[in-house]
Nanobody, 120 residues
Framework: QVQLVESGGALVQAGGSLRLSCAASGTFFSIDAMGWYRQAPGKQRELVAA???????NYANSVEGRFTISRENVKNTVFLQMNSLKPEDTAVYYC??????????????WGLGTQVTVSS
């Protein structure tokens, strides 16, 4: 079982910045990739950014150049630095972790989400 605890969501004005954090804990063999997804009201959940244990990153086109994902492998923690925020970034942001259990089964877990609201 893996638990993901997110923090950092808040209300911010357009053009502002926020830093989200997500810490993974529990029993597992490895966490291979961690990522941030978001879901706005009435819309599907979408990938924002992801990072592998080796440091490879992937970003949604809408956040490229504004958001930066980083990871502390030792602490199993992932961060999302969000700059130049826009009202359309308003959503619940969810952390995701994918990896392997001690029995080498694959897993994918989600956090409960943290609200990011950007006012115009």
């Amino acid at each position: 079982q893996v638990q993901l605890v997110e923090s950092g969501g808040a209300l911010v004005q357009a053009g502002g910045s926020l830093r989200l954090s997500c810490a993974a804990s529990g029993t597992f063999f490895s966490i291979d990739a961690m990522g941030w997804y978001r879901q706005a009201p009435g819309k599907q959940r979408e990938l924002v950014a992801a990072i592998t244990s080796g440091g490879s990153t992937n970003y949604a086109n809408s956040v490229e150049g504004r958001f930066t994902i980083s990871r502390e492998n030792v602490k199993n923690t992932v961060f999302l630095q969000m700059n130049s925020l826009k009202p359309e970034d308003t959503a619940v942001y969810y952390c995701n972790a994918e990896g392997h259990t001690s029995g080498f089964s694959r897993f994918s877990y989600w956090g409960l989400g943290t609200q990011v609201t950007v006012s115009s």
